[in-house]
C-alpha cells in the first residue's frame, strides 16, 4: 500500500540554523500539508500547499517557515532560523483532493533545537 | 475557530472489553469528524471519518463512531477490545470548504491482558 514517507526520522540542530524537513507524498495525491506536534501538546496545523502555491496557512506559520515541491516527488518544509521552541514532531500528509478526502500521514520527523 | 475536546488522556481497559473515547467539538456549523489512530513510532492514520449521511460509522479494526450533532459529539466505540489496539486516538474536525484538521489533545488507549 503506498505510504508517505518523512526524511530523517530525527534531527538535532542548534538555535539559529536552518533545516529542512523532507516528504515524499503519495504519488498521485495534489494536496500536501505540515503539522507539528509539540511534546505533550495537540496535532497542530501548519501549512497546505496545492498546485505549486499555499492554499491554508496557520498563525504558527510565519515568514520563518517554507514550503516548496522542488520536484514530482518531494515536499519539503523549512525552517530558516531554528528556535527552541520549535522542538516538534513534524508530520507530512497528502490528500488527493483538498477537503473531505482522507489525509494519509507520514510517520514524522522528530526534530530537537538545541 | 473550531476546537475539539477529548476529555479522557488515558483510558485503561482490558481485553476483549468495550471501550468508548469521547470527543466533542465546537461548532455551530456544518463540520466533518475524523478518528486518527497513532502506533508507537508510525504516523496517523484513519479509523473512520463523517461527513455526512447516517450518523452512526464504521471504520477499520471494528471501530465505530456517532455523531451527535444536538452534542456535539463524536465518540468513538469498540465492543471487543485487543491488546494491539493500545495506541493512541485522535479526534479531528475540519470545515467544509477548508483543508486543515484541528486535533484534539489525544486519548491514550492502554489494553492489558
Known amino acids: 500500500e503506498p505510504e508517505v514517507t518523512q526524511t530523517p526520522s530525527h534531527q538535532v540542530t542548534q538555535m539559529g540554523q536552518e533545516v529542512i524537513l523532507r516528504c515524499v507524498p503519495i504519488?498521485?495525491?495534489?494536496?500536501f500539508y505540515w503539522y507539528r506536534q509539540i511534546l505533550g501538546q495537540k496535532v497542530e496545523f501548519l501549512v497546505s500547499?496545492?498546485?505549486?502555491?499555499?492554499?491554508?496557512k496557520s498563525e504558527i506559520f510565519d515568514d520563518q517557515f517554507s514550503v516548496e515541491r522542488p520536484d514530482g516527488s518531494n515536499f519539503t518544509l523549512k525552517i530558516r532560523s531554528t528556535k527552541l521552541e520549535d522542538s516538534a514532531m513534524y508530520f507530512c500528509?497528502?490528500?488527493?483532493?483538498?477537503?473531505?478526502?482522507?489525509?494519509?500521514f507520514g510517520p514524522g520527523t522528530r526534530l530537537l533545537v538545541l | 475557530a473550531q476546537s475539539v475536546t477529548q476529555l479522557d488522556s488515558q483510558v485503561p481497559v482490558f481485553e476483549e472489553a468495550p471501550v468508548e473515547l469521547r470527543c466533542n467539538y465546537s461548532?455551530?456549523?456544518?463540520?466533518?469528524l475524523f478518528w486518527y489512530v497513532q502506533y508507537p513510532n508510525q504516523g496517523l492514520q484513519l479509523l473512520l471519518k463523517?461527513?455526512?449521511?447516517?450518523?452512526l460509522v464504521k471504520g477499520i479494526n471494528g471501530f465505530e463512531a456517532e455523531f451527535n450533532k444536538s452534542q456535539t459529539s463524536f465518540h468513538l466505540r469498540k465492543p471487543s477490545v485487543h491488546i494491539s489496539d493500545t495506541a493512541e486516538y485522535f479526534c479531528?474536525?475540519?470545515?467544509?470548504?477548508?483543508?486543515?484538521?484541528?486535533f484534539g489533545t489525544g486519548t491514550r488507549l492502554l489494553v492489558s491482558p
Open positions: 479531528a474536525v475540519s470545515d467544509p470548504g477548508f483543508q486543515k484538521l484541528v
Open positions: 500547499f496545492y498546485n505549486n502555491e499555499i492554499s491554508e
Open positions: 504519488s498521485n495525491h495534489l494536496y
Open positions: 461548532s455551530s456549523v456544518s463540520v466533518y
Open positions: 463523517y461527513l455526512s449521511g447516517s450518523t
Open positions: 500528509a497528502s490528500s488527493t483532493e483538498g477537503y473531505r478526502e482522507t489525509q494519509y
